[in-house]
């Protein structure tokens, strides 16, 4: 999803409400911008074929608090209490920070 698709989803009135996307010209671009550079993208092969069962779970508390993350079926668990300057940030930006401090602390696993 890019901005221009948040702000037409958040512009609707109620969930189930049809929205006109004639519109949304910049949203348009964005639609037409990735139908025609799509096919440009590589994957990495290499990634796309390792298969791991290694799960990790991560969450920025709502209520500014914290962050935590655990790594499924293991006793490993990371927990952060934010610092006041990191608690009045975005969440996007608290929940990006618990997937880093969890890779931090589980890096020994990987």
């Known amino acids: 999803?890019?901005?221009?698709?948040?702000?037409?989803?958040?512009?609707?009135d109620e969930w189930d409400q049809?929205?006109?996307?004639?519109?949304?010209?910049?949203?348009?671009?964005?639609?037409?911008?990735?139908?025609?550079?799509?096919?440009?993208?590589k994957p990495v092969a290499a990634i796309?074929?390792?298969?791991?069962?290694?799960?990790?779970?991560?969450?920025?508390?709502c209520s500014n608090g914290a962050a935590a993350g655990f790594?499924?079926?293991?006793?490993?668990?990371?927990?952060k209490q934010w610092l006041q300057r990191e608690a009045i940030k975005r969440s996007t930006w608290r929940e990006l920070k618990a997937v880093e401090l969890s890779i931090d602390s589980f890096?020994?696993?990987?």
């Open 71 to 79: 790594v499924a079926n293991s006793d490993y668990m990371m927990h």
């Open 48 to 61: 796309l074929r390792e298969n791991s069962d290694f799960k990790a779970f991560t969450d920025a508390s």
């Open 1 to 12: 999803m890019t901005r221009c698709t948040l702000s037409v989803i958040n512009s609707r």
């Open 107 to 110: 890096k020994h696993l990987l």
């Open 18 to 41: 049809f929205v006109d996307l004639n519109f949304y010209s910049a949203f348009i671009r964005k639609i037409l911008f990735w139908r025609q550079n799509i096919v440009n993208l």
